[in-house]
């Protein structure tokens, strides 16, 4: 293969991973935004005790119809715009902190696949950790504070040179971004090596389906570890005035949840 289709691939690829990745972002926009607002504790519902008792479904659809009845349909996207532009540059950070990090473990442990992998996804997840902490920061301003994407960008972007208001919330980012990605690039693994040893599973002819249940199993334990991390980032980066830590983020959650940290800790 020539150096130029080599080249061409690359930016075939580069320009693919960002149109997936706008489309999804515009597809699911809606459902992070509510989802935000439930974490950041800032839809109230009628009183405590029916707060207690209303089923999870029924405050989301709650916190959906306060919002769209205040803020209109259209807010439902709100902070996409700095995630849709992020995408290409997030996705090279990711992979080149995987590859990196892959590569480190397979130097010193070059029979342990998994270790090599998992490291490899801790390394490159904390590797846009520091790209994603304010490009979501102005994700939560606008979803949140309900701020136009020129004064959340200005904001971040004044706080990253001053180290203000612009890295709040990147020690739970990389907490969130760093351990859960190694999750996922592991058990990505384990699951594809798993059904490729299954006889009844012609991995020829069912390549496509080992590698969507890999993805989706990997996808469902990374975020089962990390997000509680998600819920204390939001926290923090949705606060204002002096900046909480990780540890005043998930006592004040804690606190909360009256006796049900685990709900709370998944709320949303």
């Not at 489309?23 to 989802?35: G, H, M, R, Y």
Request: proline share 3%; glycine share 10%; charged share 20%.
């Amino acid at each position: 293969m020539t150096d130029d289709n080599k080249n061409n691939e690359v930016i075939v690829d580069l320009i693919a991973g960002w149109t997936s990745g706008a489309i999804s972002v515009s597809c699911t926009q809606p459902i992070d935004t509510i989802l935000t607002r439930m974490q950041a504790g800032v839809e109230s519902n009628p009183s405590k005790k029916q707060n207690n008792q209303m089923h999870e479904f029924n405050k989301t659809a709650h916190t959906t119809k306060s919002f769209v009845s205040k803020s209109g349909i259209t807010s439902l996207w709100r902070g996409s715009s700095a995630m849709i532009g992020a995408i290409p540059l997030q996705n090279a950070l990711l992979m080149a902190g995987y590859g990196y990090g892959k590569r480190w473990c397979e130097l010193y442990q070059p029979d342990s696949i998994f270790l090599g992998v998992f490291i490899g996804g801790c390394v490159g997840g904390m590797f846009q950790s520091f790209l994603m902490s304010p490009v979501e920061l102005i994700k939560v301003n606008q979803q949140v504070a309900g701020k136009s994407l020129s004064s959340a960008t200005s904001l971040v972007a004044t706080g990253i040179f001053s180290r203000g208001i612009g890295w709040r919330g990147l020690e739970a980012t990389l907490l969130r971004d760093g351990l859960p990605h190694g999750v996922w690039f592991a058990s990505y693994e384990y699951m594809k090596q798993y059904l490729e040893k299954v006889e009844s599973i012609d991995k020829t002819q069912n390549s496509s389906f080992i590698a969507l249940f890999s993805g989706a199993f990997a996808a469902f334990t990374a975020w089962g570890v990390g997000y509680p991390f998600d819920i204390i980032k939001t926290r923090i980066q949705a606060s204002e005035g002096r900046e909480k830590s990780v540890l005043d983020a998930t006592k004040d959650l804690l606190h909360e949840s009256r006796g049900r940290p685990i709900a709370t800790l998944y709320r949303g």
